[in-house]
Every structure is written in C-alpha cells, then in structure tokens.
C-alpha cells in the first residue's frame, strides 16, 4: 500500500537550503548535474572517493598535513581513509577568530543560571583548559575522562582535550559508580573530571559519594578535577578555575585521520558496554555531511536537542559548532516544570533545528500542546527525532501542529557510527510513519536470511560499504576479534548494524526494532515496533513491550504484550479484546499475543529504547543484575515487575 505523502520537496530547495549549496558546486565545479536526491544518494555511495573528497572541500577541511588519496583499503573492516592526513577535530569546532563576540553557546539547567559563551570567550576558555590539562601532565594519546552533565565546562574540556590528541569518554552524572567505573575502566584514564552534584528539577542530587568510589575505582587515575556545579565540591581535587588559571595558546596537535578522538558506549543493557572508538577525520567528515546536508545547518543557525553526555547526541549536538551553528545545552528533567519547557526555550533562544525523542513528541501530543500557538517559533526549520521509532501519528501531530515549512526529520543510526544511516533532508519527500531514507554516503540495505537484498519485506539493516565514522575499533580488542564479532559476524566484509527494517520501492524506511529482539512465530519473523505503532494508539495505552519466548520443542512458543495503562484504567476483559483486535485487523492474526499483562512502567535506558532483550532474559530466569545496570534505566526500578512476573506465566 502507498504510504501517505506529508510533505513533498519544497521547490525552492536548491535555493534556500545547505544540500542545494553543495548541488550547485558540484554542478560548477565538477559539472555533476543531480536532478534528485535518489540521483544523488547513488552517486555518494558508487563513488565515494569523488563524494567524500566533495564534501572535504566545500566545508573547508584544514589538513596540516595531505592525503594521498581519498580511501586506500577499502575492505570492512579495515577500510583506510584520507591515508597521510593529519587535522584535529578541535580546530574545525572552536569557530574563527573573527566569529568573536557571536553567541555559540546557551546553556540551561536546573542548577544555575543560564550561562552563555560568544566564540571568542570559548576560544580562550580552550586555550586556558588545554595549558591546564597540559601542567596535569596531559599529551597525546592519554586518556581524559568526565563524570559531567551537559554543560559548557564539560564541552570545553572535551575540544581542550582533542585539541592535544588525547582521548576523550564521558558518562552522565546519573550513573552510578559501578556502571563508571566499567565503562572508565576499559580506558584506563589519567586526568577524571567530576560535579559533586546537579539538580533535577525540584530535587538536588548528591554525587560525592559516586565519585568517591569512582576514584577508588580508576587506579589509574592521577588527577581529579572539581568542576563547580551546585553547592557542593569533590575534596582533594582540582579547582576547575585553577586548571583554567593560565592563558595559554589556541594550538591544535595534528593526528593523523584515524587517530582516536573519543569512546562512546554501548549501552550496556545486554552485556557490559563495549567501549566504540571514534576517530578525529571520520566524526569532522560524518558530521560536516550530516549537520549541514540532512539538519540544514549553517552560520547564524541554533540547534536544541536534549541529550546526557552519556549519549551519541551529545557529540552530534557538540558538532554543530563544526557549521558555525550555535548550540543550546540542556541539563536537567527535561519535563520539568511540564512539558512546555523545552518549547519555551526553542522560542527564547530563536532555535532552528530542534531535536526530540519520539516519547517527547507523543506525550505532547497526548497532552494536547499546541506549541505554535502558545510560543514564537516562527525561526524553526526543522525538528529532529530519533532514538526510537515513531508512530505514524506522531508525524501527523508535527504537520498539523507547525506545517509545511517546518520538516520532521526522523533518524536511526548509533552510537556504532555516530550518526545516522537513514534519515531525511529538505532534498527527499516525508511520508507519513517511514524514515525517508537511507543517508548520503551510507550504503545501506535491507537483507534476508540468506543475504540477499530484499525490498517491501522486512531484513535485516546493513551497510555495504565502508563510511569514514565506523569506528576506529574497539578499545582493549588489539586483533579487532570482538568488533568483527559485533558487525561482521554474518556476511564478512558486510556491514551488520543489529535493527530490523524495511525499505519501499521508493526508497523510504521503517525501523521495526532490533533484530536480536525480533520475534519469530511460527518461522514468521515480527518486527516489535510494528506491535508499538498499533497499541501506543490505543488512548489508554501508555507504554507497551513485547517479547516472544520461544519453544524449544519448536511449537509457536509464547507471545507476551506488557502494557502500562494510564491512571485508573484497568486492564479488563474488554481491553484486552479492543487490543487483540486492533493487532489483528491493522497486522496480522500472527501479533495477537496469547498474555496481556499490565506492568507498573516500561524499562528503558536513558537513550529511550525499550529493553526487551533483558525483559526476555529474566523471564527465562536470570537475574537483573545479570542483563542490565539499574544505572542505564530511566526508571532504577523497571525491571522489579518483570522478576515477580516470571513464575506466573
């Protein structure tokens, strides 16, 4: 069936946007003519030397020293990009001199008072935190750590310290000690970076004790720095004025491309986190094509995305200062006083690209927010949702609410890349309920069982060919076994990225959850998000699960749907048949579920995403301390319910 077209291509795109920009140098420069983006997508993943080397220079990569060529091996893994470039990260992110007393940051919490940063103050704030870290006995390759929230000490540290070519990780303030100290404990860091505290929303939250056993925990540790965020201090600690106490020079160590930038983590809900390295030339070329040719970013722009310094986008919101865009920074409940709030500051600090997660966006239109009505929003271009799925209503509640020239771009893509592999553009229509496609450079398809391509059936996503933010490798895996074990571990030199999708003939997506969490019934396989779409609709559903346990006698096993209801709804007979028969009439006969169980609160980790894999664990027996760190999830005590559920079913 044809899905429904919200919104075609604007007819003035090649006019007005970053993506018609870099169209018409191409067309002058190179005299490439796309007469569309499906033009254009083809020739970015046919030819990645001419399209990679395309976007180096329209965004005016600074090399101190050249490449070669564009990509040497080009076998995954182990592709070779841009061999015998060395740049920094850092000196593409901190502006130019003459950007001076221009705003680049706004940040707001619920600790403090706003606090801004023109170019020229975050420049020298760098330049001081670099000569800082350089008296810690800080150089390249060392490891630096932070235990911060979102906020600019924690932003200036990070280009502070890629400007030196050591390596930077960083976890929310929100993570316990034990859930620290495995994901620091991999890198073995020199320098930790702490608050003794923060507020969220009404409450103040003290976190001298984490930090305490994290300390005790890093014996590698040599030096931590207290950065001043509430009333509290971390004792024997650095004072970050102190680390910021000496001018010192704006200088960039050139590394070569490849050359560690930072550690992301995996979430670690299914198995301690794996540490993801990324690297300085793969993120600045990643994030040049993404924030300025799919989120529309340039000089003069302002992006607010919520995000925790644990998650991939905060690095994706840090990034927008590559284009010259501003950015805000939030810290705190991002609900609190209510969800106005983060509306509000969209309309205060003049915001043209807006991120939010998909729940984000379903609760406000649950709640009945008219955000146009109440707010001057008149500045917004764009809003960004990823994280999870998004229903098809959620599309509808974006159209209605602020119309045709504010585009709803949804995304999936990962902390594996640090970006996203399909997601829209002004170049590309927005069909209601699908992702518009898969992104420039990023060869991606959808394969079956037997690794063939399929189209208009559900597959596996995959990616054939190499892009320059795959990670560097793994930190602690020196022959690189467990990263090919992660993707490579199906079809070698393919790209496996661990989501279920199906791609339309028109080139659209939808993301049906993740494919170790995908359910086979009666050798059928069921996307889990399919399931969401339909029963999220129902107005007295709030949150749902579902997990298939199987049968290892081969029958058909069980099917079991979790709901959280709202206030005072009760889960009786008559719901469970509205639900069995919505699931019915808009899938299959094959998604009714034989048990309907109604659960206290949904787990999710602090990214968003639903953990039916740890659900499914403990249902089979293990224990929660066994699949996932209460630390990772939104709600500490989410899996409780699951634990007293496992013997009745």
């Not at 280009?159 to 991999?186: H, K």
């Not at 992660?486 to 279920?500: K, L, M, S």
Request: glycine share 10%; net charge negative.
């Amino acid at each position: 069936m044809q899905p429904e077209l919200l919104r075609p291509v604007a007819p003035d795109v090649r006019g007005t946007t970053q993506i018609g920009q870099f169209l018409d140098r191409l067309e002058r420069e190179r005299g490439l003519r796309f007469v569309g983006y499906d033009e254009l997508h083809r020739w970015s993943v046919d030819d990645p030397d001419g399209f990679w080397s395309a976007v180096w220079e329209h965004f005016g990569v600074r090399a101190h020293t050249l490449h070669t060529r564009v990509l040497g091996n080009r076998e995954m893994p182990g592709a070779e990009w841009f061999p015998g470039a060395t740049l920094n990260y850092a000196e593409h992110a901190v502006g130019r001199p003459e950007d001076g007393d221009e705003v680049a940051v706004l940040a707001y919490s619920q600790t403090r008072d706003r606090v801004e940063l023109t170019w020229g103050r975050l420049r020298e704030q760098v330049a001081r935190a670099r000569a800082g870290l350089v008296r810690l006995g800080v150089g390249r390759g060392d490891r630096v750590v932070a235990y911060l929230p979102n906020i600019p000490e924690t932003l200036v540290a990070f280009l502070a310290t890629a400007s030196l070519g050591a390596i930077w990780a960083s976890c929310a303030p929100e993570f316990g000690a034990r859930s620290v100290v495995d994901r620091f404990g991999q890198v073995e860091p020199t320098v930790l970076l702490a608050v003794a505290g923060y507020g969220y929303g009404t409450k103040d939250v003290d976190r001298r004790e984490q930090v305490a056993e994290i300390r005790a925990g890093l014996p590698t540790v040599r030096y931590v720095v207290h950065v001043p965020y509430g009333g509290d201090a971390v004792p024997d600690a650095v004072a970050w004025a102190d680390l910021l106490a000496e001018p010192g020079e704006l200088a960039f160590d050139p590394v070569p491309f490849a050359h560690p930038l930072c550690v992301l983590f995996s979430s670690g809900t299914t198995g301690k986190p794996k540490a993801i390295v990324h690297g300085h030339g793969g993120i600045l070329l990643e994030h040049y094509k993404n924030h300025a040719l799919s989120w529309d970013l340039g000089p003069g722009d302002r992006i607010l995305w919520f995000s925790t310094t644990a998650w991939m986008m905060w690095n994706a919101l840090v990034s927008a200062l590559l284009v010259r865009a501003s950015i805000v920074m939030i810290d705190g409940n991002p609900v609190h006083p209510d969800l106005r709030w983060q509306w509000e500051l969209a309309a205060e600090t003049r915001t043209t690209l807006m991120g939010a997660s998909p729940g984000y966006l379903m609760a406000c239109r649950r709640g009945g927010l008219e955000p146009t009505r109440e707010f001057d929003l008149s500045r917004l271009r764009q809003i960004g949702a990823a994280g999870s799925p998004l229903p098809p209503e959620g599309y509808r509640w974006v159209a209605e609410q602020f119309g045709p020239h504010v585009l709803l771009n949804v995304g999936s893509g990962g902390t594996d890349v640090c970006s996203g592999i399909v997601q829209g553009s002004p170049l590309q229509p927005l069909w209601t309920g699908e992702i518009s496609g898969a992104c420039l450079g990023v060869d991606a398809k959808a394969f079956d069982a037997d690794g063939k391509e399929v189209v208009g059936e559900l597959g596996e996503l995959v990616i054939t060919a190499p892009m320059p933010s795959m990670p560097v490798g793994f930190w602690g895996d020196p022959d690189g076994t467990r990263y090919r074990d992660t993707y490579f571990d199906i079809w070698p030199g393919v790209w496996r990225h661990g989501d279920w999708v199906r791609f339309s003939e028109t080139g659209s997506a939808i993301i049906a959850g993740r494919s170790d969490a995908t359910l086979n019934r009666g050798g059928v396989r069921l996307g889990t998000a399919e399931f969401y779409r339909v029963v999220e609709e129902l107005p007295e559903v709030l949150d749902s699960l579902v997990v298939h346990l199987e049968d290892p006698a081969g029958g058909n096993g069980q099917l079991l749907l979790y709901v959280h209801l709202r206030d005072e709804v009760e889960l009786d007979d008559a719901l469970q048949r509205r639900i069995s028969t919505a699931l019915r009439t808009e899938l299959s006969p094959r998604h009714v579920p034989d048990a309907i169980t109604a659960v206290p609160v949904v787990p999710r980790n602090r990214a968003g995403k639903k953990l039916e894999l740890p659900v499914k664990r403990i249902l089979l027996g293990a224990a929660p301390d066994e699949v996932s760190s209460r630390d990772v999830l939104t709600d500490p005590t989410a899996l409780d319910a699951f634990v007293a559920l496992r013997g009745s079913r």
